[in-house]
């Protein structure tokens, strides 16, 4: 049971490139999430997806973008890295619901490290 | 989504309980109180969400107050290997998507 896969797992890309990170889920969960945490704080959501299909803005969006292709996958893209960018990037899962049983929070994955210099 | 304030960090023995405390005075009727941890520098884990009563697994214990302006997370017998940062939240879960804001959280330091 792999839960949250993200790829790659490091990335170093020069001012200007643009690059895709991927993110995919086998728990079947509706919402899909993208944090970012840059060193010594707490996690910032760049932008979420309720369902298949549907994509909203959090609290940091600018400079990204996002496409959820199916279910499983949620994919975050940097269309012209800056390195303000630099940052550990999360990408979480959840089930829908309404708390109580059933439901457990979130489900992270391992992160990917992405250094823009 | 209601403010949390926790202690930046704490120490605690190992075999000892560390009792985490969250302060969410501004909480709605509607909110949970979830608490999550965050090892070195790998995905934050959740441990545990309650409403209103006091709540046990097998990894911790959530004791909320009565008026629910305040949260202990207690992990029982604390190991070296739950040294970690420890996330306090409380979020409603309404909508089509429960969104979660961390904080910074409180780094708890588990020793010999």
């Known amino acids: 049971n792999a839960g949250v896969t993200q790829t790659p797992k490091f990335q170093v890309l020069k001012t200007g490139q643009s690059m895709t990170l991927q993110c995919a889920q086998d728990m079947n969960h509706n919402s899909m999430y993208w944090y970012r945490q840059d060193p010594g704080m707490g996690l910032r959501l760049i932008y979420y997806?309720?369902?298949?299909?549907?994509?909203d803005k959090g609290e940091v969006p600018n400079g990204y973008n996002v496409s959820r292709l199916n279910k499983r996958e949620f994919s975050l893209r940097l269309e012209s890295a800056a390195p303000s960018q630099t940052s550990v990037y999360f990408c979480?899962?959840?089930?829908?619901?309404?708390?109580?049983?059933?439901?457990?929070?979130?489900?992270f994955g391992s992160g990917t490290r992405l250094t823009v210099v | 989504d209601a403010k949390t304030t926790q202690p930046t960090s704490m120490d605690c023995a190992e075999g000892r309980a560390a009792n985490l405390p969250c302060n969410h005075s501004?909480?709605?009727?509607?909110?949970?109180v979830y608490w999550y941890r965050q090892i070195h520098s790998q995905g934050p884990q959740y441990i545990i969400h309650?409403?209103?009563n006091n709540e046990t697994n097998e990894m911790a214990s959530l004791i909320i107050t009565e008026d629910r302006k305040s949260s202990t997370l207690i992990l029982p017998h604390a190991t070296l290997r739950d040294t970690a940062v420890y996330y306090c939240?409380?979020?409603?879960?309404?909508?089509?998507?429960?969104?979660?804001?961390f904080g910074t959280g409180t780094r708890l330091q588990v020793t010999l």
């Open positions: 939240i409380v979020r409603a879960l309404t909508g089509t998507a429960s969104k979660l804001t």
């Open positions: 501004t909480i709605s009727g509607n909110e949970y």
């Open positions: 997806s309720a369902s298949e299909g549907t994509t």
């Open positions: 979480a899962s959840s089930s829908r619901g309404i708390g109580g049983v059933g439901n457990y929070g979130y489900t």
């Open positions: 309650g409403l209103k």
